[in-house]
């Protein structure tokens, strides 16, 4: 994992934060690879083979405002939000039990170990929003659109699956176009102005 970039506000106790909303955390999130639909699904006696009919990986899910808000206009959809930030991390998970979700997990991590967390089509779709733009062009590697991690997303896909992608840095959109082509991806919607043709979307 990367190092811990985001500063801590003052009386913020980062380790008290993971425990006490440990319920919506998965430390471990190798350890569900191939069962996150089964494994993250509530106990219900009467359905023991109960699972999620969908899984959404929110990648750089930052603080998890979008991804809990996601998750509750779809509840049988299960949503894994992943940051390298342990502070995003307590964060998203306060979002996700404060507002009662149990379809919305939060793991720390990074985007070359996913193939490591999910099983070759375990996804229905991946969400890139507003991913850091990286804008360094030595930086240019380590962005989630650059097509070498685009490659590796294809193998976590479901055939039909997809990626959504948003952003409001420009230089960050001409350089993923571009990364999408190159990695065989096939557009079905774009737009410059997303929030005004789909204003039902989560932001």
């Known amino acids: 994992m990367h190092a811990l970039h985001a500063r801590l506000p003052k009386n913020f106790v980062l380790e008290e934060r993971l425990e006490r909303y440990a319920d919506a955390i998965e430390a471990s999130p190798a350890d569900y690879a191939g069962t996150w639909a089964e494994a993250c699904h509530p106990i219900d006696p009467a359905h023991p083979h109960a ?4 899984i ?20 049988d959809t299960l949503y894994v939000g992943i940051d390298c930030e342990p502070i995003c991390i307590a964060y998203a998970a306060q979002h996700a039990v404060e507002s009662g979700l149990d379809n919305v997990v939060f793991a720390p991590g990074v985007a070359s170990k996913l193939g490591r967390y ?19 062009k030595k930086e240019a590697w380590e962005r989630l ?45 774009e737009s410059t102005d997303a929030r005004a043709e789909r204003p039902q979307d989560p932001v």
Request: overall charge positive; hydrophobic content about 40%.
């Open 56 to 75: 959404v990986l929110d990648m750089g899910c930052g603080k998890g405002a979008s991804t809990a808000e996601a998750a509750s206009r779809d509840r």
């Open 118 to 136: 999910f099983a070759p089509g375990e996804l229905d779709q991946i969400i890139l929003n507003f991913p850091t733009p990286f804008p360094r």
């Open 145 to 189: 659109t650059h097509a070498d991690v685009l490659v590796s997303y294809r193998r976590l896909l479901k055939p039909g699956g997809v990626v959504t992608f948003k952003t409001d840095s420009l230089p960050l959109w001409n350089f993923s176009r571009g990364q999408f082509e190159i990695a065989g991806y096939r557009a079905l919607w």
């Open 51 to 54: 699972r999620y009919q969908r």
